[in-house]
């Protein structure tokens, strides 16, 4: 029901009979699809193929990129295709093509799951009353248990971690990030990435975790109440839930927010009703038997990590590897981010 789609770009085109033939050989499935481009995604792309009866989704890396590492489709597809048993939330997948030939890199086909994906806004004859947007958060936290419910080893997905010092691993992971991605008059986060070392706490567990996890990433019902789909499995990997839900409230953005945070939201998480990051992150601790002791660790963590993604992309930018005119603001919005981490520090 999302109507974000366009002509596919011109530098994201592909050889549509190559596929049409290939998804004929494979699974039986006839007939040249038309084919539009989802606007979204900085990463992945995605299209969709549409036949007489009905749509199918394809994914694959970004024109020029190599199918492995960070736009490995063998990974997000085998991971989605193992899990959808246990957690009936994943699209069901098609096909995967590890032949490059076929369209220049890896790609896979999966259903296409009818609904509504909400952005920063509800979409046009859309709205949420206080009672069904508190639902509607409730809803989104108890997916998140269930996949987070879900044993690695029962799935075949153990492979993906790496044991225990998760939270240890993210933190090193995102302060070196960070560092090989400094422009000039880039804040300096030593003081925040100190803290977060002092306060660290171990892993309460580990378990299949999504890292993206987001209201823009959810298929909705009609109703807006209940979950059909979660998409973008592309970061997901075995870990510490709680770092998962770190990650998830760094965009969740309220309404009492100041400015500064008010101009990042890109999910109607500001509606009346909505709870805030606090009574998110307890909210799914008493789901699941935690404590919620930890929490300012976790929201400066989330939100250092935002920092990181943003100034990354801002150092393309900078570097002139991209001229995306919407990038150009990011430098000040790590600034920004920066002084909230000292603020949260300031009441922790």
Same mark, same amino acid.
């Given at each position: 029901?999302?109507?974000?789609?366009?002509?596919?770009?011109?530098?994201?085109?592909?050889?549509?009979?190559?596929?049409?033939?290939?998804?004929?050989?494979?699974?039986?499935?006839?007939?040249?699809?038309?084919?539009?481009?989802?606007?979204?995604?900085?990463?992945?792309?995605?299209?969709?193929?549409?036949?007489?009866?009905?749509?199918?989704?394809?994914?694959?890396?970004?024109?020029?990129?190599?199918?492995?590492?960070?736009?490995?489709?063998?990974?997000?597809?085998?991971?989605?295709?193992?899990?959808?048993?246990?957690?009936?939330?994943?699209?069901?997948?098609?096909?995967?093509?590890?032949?490059?030939?076929?369209?220049?890199?890896?790609?896979?086909?999966?259903?296409?799951?009818?609904?509504?994906?909400?952005?920063?806004?509800?979409?046009?004859?859309?709205?949420?009353?206080?009672?069904?947007?508190?639902?509607?958060?409730?809803?989104?936290?108890?997916?998140?248990?269930?996949?987070?419910?879900?044993?690695?080893?029962?799935?075949?997905?153990?492979?993906?971690?790496?044991?225990?010092?998760?939270?240890?691993?993210?933190?090193?992971?995102?302060?070196?990030?960070?560092?090989?991605?400094?422009?000039?008059?880039?804040?300096?986060?030593?003081?925040?990435?100190?803290?977060?070392?002092?306060?660290?706490?171990?892993?309460?567990?580990?378990?299949?975790?999504?890292?993206? #996890?987001?209201?823009?990433?959810?298929?909705?019902?009609?109703?807006?109440?209940?979950?059909?789909?979660?998409?973008?499995?592309?970061?997901?990997?075995?870990?510490?839930?709680?770092?998962?839900?770190?990650?998830?409230?760094?965009?969740?953005?309220?309404?009492?927010?100041?400015?500064?945070?008010?101009?990042?939201?890109?999910?109607?998480?500001?509606?009346?009703?909505?709870?805030?990051?606090?009574?998110? #992150?307890?909210?799914?601790?008493?789901?699941?038997?935690?404590?919620?002791?930890?929490?300012?660790?976790?929201?400066?963590?989330?939100?250092?990590?935002?920092?990181?993604?943003?100034?990354?992309?801002?150092?393309?930018?900078?570097?002139?590897?991209?001229?995306?005119?919407?990038?150009?603001?990011?430098?000040?919005?790590?600034?920004?981010?920066?002084?909230?981490?000292?603020?949260?520090?300031?009441?922790?």
């Amino acid at each position: 029901m999302t109507t974000e789609r366009t002509a596919v770009r011109r530098e994201d085109a592909f050889d549509v009979s190559a596929v049409a033939g290939w998804l004929g050989d494979e699974v039986g499935i006839t007939g040249t699809p038309s084919v539009e481009q989802y606007r979204g995604g900085a990463s992945n792309l995605t299209y969709l193929l549409g036949y007489p009866d009905g749509s199918l989704i394809l994914r694959r890396p970004p024109t020029g990129a190599k199918a492995r590492g960070a736009h490995d489709m063998v990974r997000e597809y085998t991971v989605q295709h193992r899990l959808k048993p246990a957690f009936s939330y994943v699209p069901e997948m098609i096909a995967l093509c590890t032949d490059e030939n076929v369209i220049g890199s890896q790609f896979y086909v999966m259903e296409r799951v009818p609904g509504v994906i909400p952005r920063a806004n509800l979409p046009e004859g859309y709205m949420l009353s206080r009672d069904d947007a508190g639902e509607l958060a409730s809803v989104f936290v108890d997916r998140f248990v269930d996949l987070h419910r879900v044993d690695p080893d029962e799935v075949g997905l153990s492979e993906l971690g790496r044991g225990d010092g998760y939270v240890a691993r993210q933190l090193r992971g995102w302060t070196d990030r960070y560092r090989n991605a400094l422009t000039p008059g880039a804040p300096d986060f030593g003081a925040i990435t100190s803290w977060l070392e002092r306060l660290q706490p171990p892993d309460v567990d580990s378990c299949v975790i999504h890292n993206d #996890f987001r209201f823009d990433n959810l298929v909705l019902d009609e109703s807006l109440t209940k979950v059909r789909a979660v998409l973008d499995w592309e970061m997901s990997t075995v870990g510490d839930p709680l770092m998962d839900v770190a990650c998830a409230l760094a965009y969740w953005v309220q309404a009492d927010d100041p400015p500064g945070m008010l101009a990042l939201r890109k999910q109607p998480t500001h509606l009346p009703g909505m709870p805030t990051r606090a009574d998110v #992150f307890e909210y799914y601790c008493l789901r699941m038997d935690l404590s919620p002791d930890a929490w300012p660790f976790y929201e400066v963590f989330g939100t250092f990590r935002l920092a990181v993604i943003l100034q990354q992309i801002y150092y393309r930018y900078h570097l002139g590897q991209t001229s995306n005119p919407d990038f150009a603001g990011f430098g000040a919005t790590v600034e920004y981010l920066h002084g909230r981490c000292h603020e949260i520090l300031s009441h922790a």
